[in-house]
């Protein structure tokens, strides 16, 4: 069974720290990885990673996918209480072709940043 | 409308009444997923339509639950005889295949609460 699974479930910071988020897939058909934050309802969407090694970055976040090992980070740095969310990972499967295919999300990360 | 919209954004129910929740994608949005959250946990996913193609049903949990989507558009998912193990946020998001890495756009939800 394909399954992403996501650490810490849960993380409380101050602000200003910096910290790193873990995500962990078997999914056949590998495609793409997403990352998406949640504040409210509808998440919003940060990074997609396709290729290793390759860091994606947004002003003080930043994530990397390694394929050997299955696993992508998302660090934020400087941490802020904006930053105080659910942060989710997310995998697509190829389905041939131009298909999208479907996207297999871990449990997510909760994350709390206080002044 | 511009987005994914769902309706109703909040519903309160009896165990055992019947529900349906409504989601209307982006035009043109091929692809249609239906996740659930309950609450401070990540996203499960229910149902996924592509296209024409035979909907993946793997991801709901029982026969009380179902899903219908008429071709590329509107979509209702029912569940019968509600139990309060239901009370979530249920999460609607659509995509089509795109050059964009920002392919998939959600819903605010449904609240729904079994009591």
């Known amino acids: 069974e394909d399954k992403v699974v996501q650490s810490p479930l849960s993380l409380v910071v101050h602000e200003g720290d910096t910290v790193t988020l873990n995500c962990s897939y078997e999914?056949?058909?590998?495609?793409?990885l997403l990352w998406y934050k949640q504040e409210k309802k509808a998440p919003t969407f940060l990074f997609m990673l396709?290729?290793?090694?390759i860091e994606k970055k947004s002003g003080r976040l930043s994530s990397i996918l390694d394929k050997k090992e299955l696993s992508s980070i998302l660090n934020i740095t400087a941490t802020q209480t904006g930053d105080s969310a659910i942060y989710l990972c997310?995998?697509?499967?190829?389905?041939?072709?131009?298909?999208?295919?479907?996207?297999?999300f871990g449990q997510g990360t909760i994350l709390t940043v206080h002044p | 409308g511009a987005g994914v919209s769902q309706s109703p954004s909040n519903k309160v129910t009896e165990k055992g009444k019947d529900v349906e929740l409504r989601c209307d994608p982006i035009?043109?949005?091929?692809?249609l997923y239906w996740y659930r959250q309950r609450l401070g946990q990540g996203l499960e996913f229910l149902i996924y339509?592509?296209?024409?193609?035979?909907?993946?049903k793997s991801g709901l949990p029982s026969d009380r639950f179902s899903a219908e989507r008429t071709g590329e558009s509107v979509s209702t998912l029912t569940i019968q005889r509600t139990q309060q193990e239901d009370s979530a946020v249920y999460l609607c998001?659509?995509?089509?295949?795109?050059?964009?890495?920002?392919?998939?756009?959600f819903g605010s939800g449904t609240q729904l609460s079994v009591l």
């Open positions: 339509f592509q296209g024409n193609s035979a909907p993946d």
């Open positions: 035009s043109g949005h091929t692809a």
């Open positions: 998001a659509s995509s089509k295949w795109t050059e964009s890495e920002e392919k998939l756009f």
């Open positions: 997310a995998v697509e499967e190829s389905a041939g072709g131009t298909s999208y295919g479907k996207l297999t």
């Open positions: 396709t290729s290793s090694g």
């Open positions: 999914v056949t058909n590998f495609r793409s």
